[in-house]
């Protein structure tokens, strides 16, 4: 279902607010690297927004659409439900037209099958858009006392959608892509996800069933909605520790669309906010499909899967594990070919802490590429985690240090950087040149 401008709306806010406690945290610290993948990521989330956010509605500012309208009250629904005859009205006065006996639909005047009455959320976003765009008051049901939207769960609807998770495939795909849209645009949804009895399970059970590249649809739908249950901090641990769960986003990176591969990342990303949790990720089989996406190349994939990895890599364990297993030269290789190459070289600092990096580098050309970086990139993000990378790895390595001494001669890198770079940039690049200095005492100075 396409994301109504409601929904955006909603989305870009929360972005926007995680963006902000992100740069505050990079203002305070000195060492920035930890944030910057998380800073990275929420910024291309955003742009991504900017690119699909709809035009409008294509209505007159203030004519109010009819569908907007009860058509028993022939006012402003303010909590649309369907009847069982198709039509939309407003709860409050159809539920009155029932319990007064009437058995028909008051505009087909068709019988009634049933008397359930279904949530309208697309007649409802719409309607909250209409009136936010226009600085009119939301319609009293969708306030609370403190004038905010209303976001009680429809909590027999939600079970009703987990109970056709086990039916026909034609159901399956539908409740897929409606629990999808509203843990996705509901906070109160993903908030009490997890309080009904084996939830996750019952969600999940058509990727049990058969092999999730039979069905890429809903399996998309349904990582994509593990993912937005991730984001709200008390799920974390209950999805991470479901048995189910992991084993299921590592087929998802193996198979599937890039959608859901990407999303199978970024759920991994989410639940490894708790150090708990990177356990149980580190430990599961995640590391080496998040280590093949980052090496094929999709720039979003990459994205999701170096913001995974790097996450992760704040326990030394991971650090290490990813080490082993050659994620030292699948960044090297992408950089080279410059594609995500300030979040790469994020990733790359972290792990050019640990003690056996610099053997990872192989032929020297690396350290010529790190020093062209500083010189052409006009990004100051990059030029600081090459010099990090360099101050790291060739403060250990005597050959590393001789072949950036002969450089910095002829092109004096390290030595603008100390007057022109970040505090951070700065400091490094001054670390490197006094090592220098002290190694090869003869040599003259590199200032000029």
């Known amino acids: 279902m396409a994301k109504t401008e409601s929904a955006a709306v909603g989305e870009e806010t929360e972005l926007k607010k995680e963006l902000g406690r992100v740069v505050k945290t990079i203002l305070e610290e000195d060492d920035i690297g930890l944030k910057t993948i998380e800073a990275t990521r929420i910024l291309c989330n955003l742009a991504e927004l900017k690119l699909k956010k709809p035009v409008g509605l294509g209505v007159d500012d203030m004519v109010m659409p009819e569908k907007f309208k009860c058509p028993l009250s022939g006012e402003i629904m303010g909590d649309p439900v369907v009847l069982a005859s198709g039509e939309t009205y407003d709860r409050p006065h159809i539920q009155k037209w029932l319990s007064e006996g009437n058995v028909t639909c008051p505009l087909s005047k068709q019988v009634l099958s049933h008397t359930i009455l279904t949530p309208n959320y697309l007649v409802r976003e719409l309607i909250s858009d209409w009136c936010v765009q226009r600085g009119i008051a939301l319609p009293k049901s969708y306030q ?153 190349g999709h720039p979003l994939a990459m994205i999701d899967a170096a913001s995974a990895i790097f996450r992760l890599c704040i326990l030394s364990e991971n650090k290490a594990k990813f080490i082993e297993i050659g994620l ?51 990004s100051e993000l990059a030029k600081e985690n090459c010099v990090a990378i360099l101050y790291n790895v060739c403060l250990k390595d005597l050959t590393m240090l001789l072949v950036i001494r002969a450089e910095e001669i002829k092109k004096h890198t390290l030595a603008e950087l100390a007057d022109t770079g970040t505090a951070r940039a700065r400091r490094k690049a001054n670390g490197i040149i006094k090592k220098i200095h002290k190694v090869f005492p003869t040599m003259q100075s590199m200032r000029k």
């Open 144 to 296: 609370d006392v403190d004038g905010n939207m209303n976001t009680e769960v429809d909590q027999v609807h939600l079970n009703s959608l987990l109970e056709r998770m086990s039916s026909s495939l034609s159901d399956q795909k539908e409740a897929a892509k409606e629990l999808r849209r509203l843990t996705k645009t509901t906070r109160s949804y993903r908030a009490v996800f997890c309080a009904f009895t084996d939830a996750i399970s019952r969600l999940l059970s058509p990727l049990l069933q058969s092999k999730v590249e039979l069905d890429p649809s809903v399996q998309e739908d349904l990582i994509t909605t593990i993912f937005n249950l991730s984001i709200h901090g008390n799920n974390k641990k209950l999805i991470a520790e479901n048995p189910i769960v992991i084993p299921v986003l590592i087929e998802s990176m193996k198979f599937g669309t890039i959608e859901t591969r990407r999303n199978a990342a970024a759920a991994l990303f989410s639940l490894s906010a708790l150090d708990s949790n990177k356990f149980i990720i580190g430990n599961s089989g995640a590391l080496v499909p998040l280590l093949q996406l980052l090496h094929e």
């Open 328 to 378: 030292v030269k699948v960044i090297l290789w992408k950089i080279e070919d410059g594609i995500v190459v300030d979040e790469l070289l994020c990733l790359l600092a972290l792990l050019s802490t640990e003690q056996n990096v610099a053997d990872e580098f192989g032929n020297l050309d690396t350290l010529h590429r790190l020093l062209q970086i500083i010189r052409d990139s006009s």
